[in-house]
């Protein structure tokens, strides 16, 4: 066409003159590649997917390609455009900055006509075979890694383009199958899409294209290098608050529970952490409850890859802030599994990747040759380990602003595991040791803040520590509120640090019994009544936690002589074994034995797993909340019905009902004591 020749020639004549340091063979081949590109249609045979919306262009699309597919190999000659554009990506796949390339000139001129000539023409598009379309691809993607080209691109409105025939692309490949060209197709779109989405102020342009819901789209695809793209772009993206709260419009969370769930490592990596970044919006954290995903999160756990469980940890602390969901970790185990790995007894593994490797690597088919456990060095792996900790204390916290959190955290021998990080250690990195020691004091101050905790503290702290320690306050989030905590600590002498060590060992659970009553080992004193003390026991030889109530009978209540004492234990005996084998009420506290030793009365019962509503209430006081309506009625129902029980069903009195003797465990369960 006379017209094309004329802007062949005018283009020659443009770049006609050699660069210093270029072969000759690298420039004819770019130039003969500029000259092809700047023919604006095509003259293929091959029919290519055509760049239409709706599902009958697709499919017509599909169907054309399948009949293609059975002719014979001679009629699938490719054009001379398309071996210079495979020798392009083939001679540049190294190359990363064409911008400051000697052929710079050259190469915009070539990315130009690609955008220009081939993406954003309809009819090219439209006429072009598959594979020929899939190389001007790979030759943007190999472009697309210079940040010029990149700002080229929007300019040029290949962007909107690009989008839209990703979309196109996206419901052949999840309507019809896995059929390679799809597969490489979206593996090339999804990483340009990436790297635009790498660049803070470029992410604005990806969603004004409407490629992210294309991308949320893709997340049930089937093909690893689809998925890996598709992750590795969105969480690109969602790094922006504004992009978060366009994606988290859409329904994405389904799809990730399901790799979460199913898929291997790599995956999983990359959905915890994209799920971490849009877990800062509401609508998401809603999905996330609304899909039952706590068990497949906390069935995450589990495994030993630093990166994944540090973004399932934090996810965690995002959702738990709805108090169903807090109760929800709690009922499935998750405070023991989170004091776990703060234990430190698991070998945890960890690697150097980062999204931009990864998608380099993806984008190339080299993503099966990367190293997903290197050998870090230690001080490597300390860092990494200390970022976990730091997290798994911060769910604490969180999880902690429910009393039978609260009060599980305690019995799970909680507060000797998150105060052993408290101590000062000289051969750790200082700045991740410090923060590690924030993240665990405030652990520890939201559980002090918990009435019924504050003993196990007088013990714990020298005075003026202490001091300092109780003026930060009930329930302060703000991690910057313990520094001044962190550094008198470490500031300590030697001796001083040592008495706090060994008062922290004096707190584990896990130690060996010192005491034994009858035939119970004595783990804990839960606290201290006008008859007595009363104790978190063990049956020797037994699983099942108990509490046992001692009772000095040399009190005054009992008589003032040893017949009045002997007569009012006999009584109290007498009426224990009345209930032990009489009260059979879900309200009512069960009495399983009682004995005499050294003068004492010792009754053994159920450990209730709970707060007192005595303490129920000053806690709600401190954290300015306030009973609903809806609970107040759930408790008191609960109590009348226990009462009824006793009074007309058992003929018993109780006597000493008071706020302390009633008993608030998990979704507000009543028992009287």
């Known amino acids: ?349 960890s690697d150097r990747s980062s999204v931009g490797t990864l998608s380099s690597a993806n984008a190339a088919g080299r993503i099966q040759h990367i190293h997903l456990s290197d050998d870090l060095s230690p001080d490597e792996m300390q860092e990494n380990t200390f970022s976990l900790q730091a997290a798994c204390c911060a769910a604490i916290t969180e999880l902690a602003l429910n009393e039978t959190n609260a009060y599980q955290v305690v019995q799970a021998n909680g507060i000797y595991t998150i105060a052993k990080l408290i101590l000062p250690n000289k051969e750790r990195n200082t700045e991740k040791a410090n923060l590690l020691q924030c993240y665990a004091f405030r652990a520890l101050r939201f559980l002090f803040s918990t009435e019924r905790n504050r003993h196990i503290f007088k013990r714990l702290f020298p005075t003026d520590l202490f001091e300092i320690f109780i003026d930060i306050g009930h329930y302060v989030r703000d991690i910057s509120a313990y520094e001044e905590l962190v550094s008198k600590l470490n500031l300590l002498k030697e001796d001083e640090l040592k008495q706090i060590a060994e008062s922290i060992e004096s707190m584990n659970q896990s130690k060996a019994p010192t005491k034994h009553i009858g035939n119970y080992a004595i783990l804990e004193h839960l606290g201290s009544g006008a008859f007595g003390s009363v104790y978190k026991v063990r049956k020797h030889n037994g699983q099942n936690l108990l509490a046992m109530k001692e009772v000095n009978l040399h009190n005054p209540a009992f008589g003032k002589d040893k017949k009045d004492r002997d007569s009012s234990v006999k009584n109290i005996v007498s009426e224990l074994t009345i209930i032990k084998e009489q009260l059979y009420h879900p309200n009512v506290v069960r009495y399983y034995r009682t004995f005499l030793e050294n003068d004492r009365l010792y009754i053994v019962m159920e450990l209730i797993e709970g707060v007192p509503l005595g303490e129920h209430f000053h806690s709600l006081k401190q954290k300015q909340q306030q009973f609903t309506e809806e609970r107040i009625w759930h408790i008191f129902i609960q109590l009348c019905l226990a009462l009824r029980y006793l009074h007309k069903q058992k003929r018993i009195v109780h006597r000493d009902l008071t706020p302390n003797n009633v008993m608030l465990g998990d979704k507000d369960k009543v028992t009287i004591s």
Not at 104 to 128: D, P
Request: hydrophobic share 40%.
């Open 1 to 349: 066409m006379p017209d094309q020749d004329k802007k062949l020639k005018s283009t020659e004549k443009a770049t006609d003159k050699k660069p210093h340091g270029i072969c000759m063979r690298d420039y004819s081949d770019l130039k003969r590649l500029q000259s092809l590109l700047n023919v604006q249609s095509s003259n293929q045979q091959l029919p290519g997917i055509h760049f239409e919306s709706g599902q009958t262009s697709v499919t017509r699309a599909w169907q054309n390609v399948k009949s293609n597919e059975q002719k014979p190999h001679g009629q699938w000659q490719e054009s001379t455009e398309a071996v210079e554009l495979e020798k392009f990506s083939v001679t540049y796949k190294n190359e990363r900055n064409f911008s400051k390339h000697p052929k710079h000139k050259l190469f915009q001129e070539v990315f130009t006509a690609l955008v220009k000539n081939r993406l954003t023409c309809r009819e090219w598009v439209n006429q072009a075979p598959s594979i020929h379309f899939l190389r001007v691809l790979i030759c943007l993607r190999l472009l697309i890694r210079d940040p010029c080209y990149q700002e080229m691109l929007h300019s040029l409105g290949g962007i909107e383009n690009l989008a839209q025939y990703m979309e196109t692309v996206a419901n052949g490949y999840l309507d019809y199958g896995e059929e390679q060209h799809y597969v490489d197709k979206l593996v090339n779109m999804t990483y340009i899409f990436q790297k635009l989405a790498a660049v803070k102020d470029q992410r604005e342009w990806v969603i004004a294209s409407g490629a992210h819901k294309t991308l949320v789209n893709l997340l049930s695809a089937r093909d690893s290098n689809v998925l890996l793209g598709t992750l590795l772009a969105l969480t690109s993206l969602a790094e922006s608050p504004e992009c978060r709260e366009k994606i988290s419009e859409l329904i994405i969370v389904e799809n990730l529970l399901v790799i979460l769930h199913e898929y291997d490592l790599l995956s999983k990596r990359l959905t915890a952490e994209l799920l971490r970044l849009l877990c800062a919006e509401s609508q998401v954290k809603e999905q996330v409850k609304m899909y039952e995903g706590v068990p497949v999160l906390l069935s995450l756990l589990h495994s030993d890859h630093i990166k994944l469980l540090w973004s399932i940890v934090w996810i965690l602390v995002q959702v738990c802030e709805d108090p169903e969901t807090s109760a929800e970790i709690r009922i499935w185990g998750g405070i023991k599994q989170l004091l776990h790995i703060l234990q430190g007894e698991r070998n945890l593994v």
